[in-house]
């Protein structure tokens, strides 16, 4: 089935060797890291995680974003997933294993990873983290391949495939509650310790990780001619709408909690991200433009969400997805972590900047994610093409 | 007739059961609350809840930070010794910055203790501020290796040789601190200075990508030395170090005699480290 992925048009290939340019810059970058140490990077004594964790945490959503889609095909038998839901499958896969380079990026001694399973600690959820994402990992390359691989040979797929589908669903809900327990069980960091982190997780993670795959469908549909249907973008756009409005309305709770109780140590880190938080005699706001476009972008992506379905217009709907994607990667994938920093348990303020060298394996990463995604998503077109024809 | 009397006598005898287990269970759950919660870890307060005596031992300190603002100074010369002894690099600024002990002011150590008004000299008070040795320590919890751990004598310690880098502790330390290896301490800067000043051989330097903190002088204790702070200030009598469990160690005597704060103590975290303010 691989060698489908060896045939291509031109933009095909130009894609693809994008993608390799900017992995070999991203690679190049990591070897400096590597030689110099995590001290090349923007991060500090202060503020211990940068970009690298904030992506890890964000892109967990995105692959647990794919139980959306599972989920009403293979329990539900909804019939109109049926050409998505692989993609939401394969899309798992190129999550988390981004996710696993972000967490070997991050390790100021990668050669020494495998002492999380030499000497395996329980009480550690970072232990816990990487058996599940392990673990999702490879449910999601069982079941996607295997259903996609029965289809090529255009048979049924094996019967013991099954249990596996059934459980990655409880398993995609896990990968990313442990994923807010490496925050929320933390003392003394305020902004992270709520108890509403894990389904704010999930809720963010069942937007981002379906608007995403709506994007990449709608391109899918002009570059390789290959349709989702309609019934199955509007139920996507159910489905992101009513996640995005979850998020957002624990976001609201969250603040409510804070202003209201008026406990310093809940407010600092809202401050931080919305207003900016004085220290001394200079206010650090760094974040502050993003997390508000974030939350601009947040509501006239819902609102434009739900107007593209009673339009029927693909265009305002890749926009509205792209809107919110956007949003809740600021949302998650910047302010989340790097605000939790923010003050630092001694309440001094120091802000973070990452470097370039920090950015160029961060895009490399991106890439490398894209790169896996394309590849598999070629063998989805090539594979149904044949299939249904 | 028959029938009811069995079925009365499964109830009767299931119930005297869960009578009887239920609360044995519960407790057994709830020993290990019952023993956090008796205070600060102090054996006195631990022996009110009925748990068994405290067997070993728990090393402590006392910081009487009257004695250091009375010494200007001392603080200084504690942080310069240990920081020598353990080969403490010195990479000149803030974002690599590694210490293992360093005199703060009292706002920052203690931040949770906000007032409106508040006493002029508080925060002239140089505060010596170091890892707490926590009886429930958060970053033994978020280690993913162990290493990072507890030793039976109550010190937080840890193994270089193990750490991969992730830098979850010091995420979970509400303290501040641990401090990770950024570059390469054995280095040298632009000038061809090493970040070391003065190798100290009897005691090993760490590599890049490691987290380090305090040791409580693990190395020093072992050959019946107290810790290097300790020494310094022990003519001033600013640093009271000892066995918690001990009744009549000095640190006990001190801690019956005075007033004591410790840092966050709503975190649950039972600090080894008390301020005399």
Not at chain 2, 153 to 179: L, N
Request: aromatic content about 12%; hydrophobic content about 45%.
């Amino acid at each position: 089935m691989i060698e489908k992925a060896l045939k291509g048009n031109k933009g095909y290939w130009a894609w693809l060797m994008f993608l390799l340019a900017i992995m070999g810059v991203g690679g190049m970058c990591y070897a400096q890291q590597f030689n110099y140490g995590l001290g090349i990077t923007g991060m500090s004594r202060d503020v211990t995680w940068g970009l690298y964790i904030s992506q890890f945490t964000f892109l967990v959503g995105v692959a647990a974003g794919g139980l959306m889609l599972v989920l009403p095909y293979y329990v539900h038998n909804y019939k109109a997933f049926g050409r998505i839901t692989i993609l939401g499958e394969f899309m798992a896969i190129a999550a988390v294993a981004m996710c696993l380079m972000f967490i070997i990026a991050d390790l100021g001694q990668p050669m020494r990873a495998m002492n999380v399973m030499l000497h395996p600690t329980p009480n550690s959820m970072l232990f816990w983290d990487m058996i599940v994402l392990n673990g999702y990992l490879f449910l999601n390359i069982i079941c996607g391949w295997q259903v996609l691989h029965a289809e090529y040979k255009g048979i049924k797929y094996p019967k013991w495939v099954k249990p596996f589908i059934y459980l990655s669903i409880p398993w995609a809900i896990s990968i990313h509650t442990v994923t807010a327990f490496l925050y929320c069980g933390l003392p003394g960091r305020h902004f992270w310790l709520t108890a509403v982190l894990a389904p704010r997780f999930l809720a963010s993670a069942f937007a981002a990780g379906p608007a995403l795959l709506m994007v990449i469908a709608l391109i899918m549909k002009k570059v390789a001619n290959f349709d989702v249907g309609q019934e199955a973008k509007d139920k996507l756009v159910t489905i992101i709408g009513y996640a995005a409005l979850v998020n957002f309305f624990l976001l609201g709770c969250e603040v409510f909690v804070g202003y209201y109780s008026n406990i310093p140590g809940h407010m600092h880190t809202l401050d931080y991200l919305f207003f900016g938080l004085g220290h001394g005699d200079h206010v650090f706001n760094n974040l502050v433009p993003f997390m508000r476009a974030s939350v601009v972008m947040g509501v006239i992506g819902i609102i434009t969400l739900f107007l593209s379905r009673v339009k029927k217009c693909d265009g305002m709907l890749a926009i509205a997805c792209i809107l919110i994607f956007i949003s809740l990667w600021i949302d998650k994938g910047l302010g989340l972590v790097l605000g939790g920093f923010v003050p630092t348990p001694l309440e001094y303020v120091v802000e973070y900047v990452p470097s370039a060298v920090e950015l160029g394996i961060t895009a490399a990463v991106w890439a490398t994610g894209f790169f896996i995604l394309t590849i598999l998503y070629k063998l989805v077109v090539s594979v149904k093409r044949v299939s249904e024809s | 007739m028959d029938s009811k009397r069995r079925n009365f006598l499964k109830i009767a005898g299931l119930s005297a059961i869960a009578g009887i287990g239920a609360p044995s269970a519960f407790n057994m759950l709830l020993k290990g609350e019952a023993l956090a919660s008796g205070g600060h870890g102090a054996p006195a307060a631990q022996g009110e809840h009925g748990a068994a005596a405290v067997t070993g031992k728990r090393y402590g300190m006392v910081i009487d930070v009257k004695k250091f603002a009375d010494n200007p100074g001392l603080a200084e010369q504690c942080v310069k010794t240990c920081h020598s002894i353990h080969n403490v690099p010195d990479f000149g600024n803030r974002k690599d910055e590694i210490k293992w002990v360093w005199a703060e002011k009292f706002q920052h150590t203690f931040p949770e203790h906000s007032q409106y008004k508040k006493n002029d000299g508080l925060n002239e008070l140089p505060i010596l501020t170091l890892c707490n040795h926590c009886d429930k320590p958060p970053c033994v919890r978020a280690c993913p290796t162990k290493a990072t751990f507890k030793n039976k004598d109550g010190i937080v310690a840890m193994d270089y040789h193990r750490c991969i880098g992730c830098r979850f502790c010091m995420a979970a330390c509400p303290y501040g601190a641990r401090s990770f290896n950024w570059r390469d301490p054995r280095g040298k800067d632009e000038n061809g200075n090493p970040f070391i000043k003065e190798l100290n051989p009897t005691f090993p330097t760490r590599m890049r990508g490691v987290v380090e903190k305090c040791n409580f002088c693990v190395e020093r204790l072992a050959i019946g030395q107290i810790p290097a702070c300790v020494e310094v200030a022990s003519s001033a009598g600013a640093l009271v170090f000892g066995d918690l469990n001990d009744p009549n160690s000095e640190v006990s005597e001190k801690l019956r005699s005075s007033f004591t704060i410790q840092r966050k103590p709503a975190l649950g975290t039972h600090p080894s480290l008390f301020y005399i303010i």
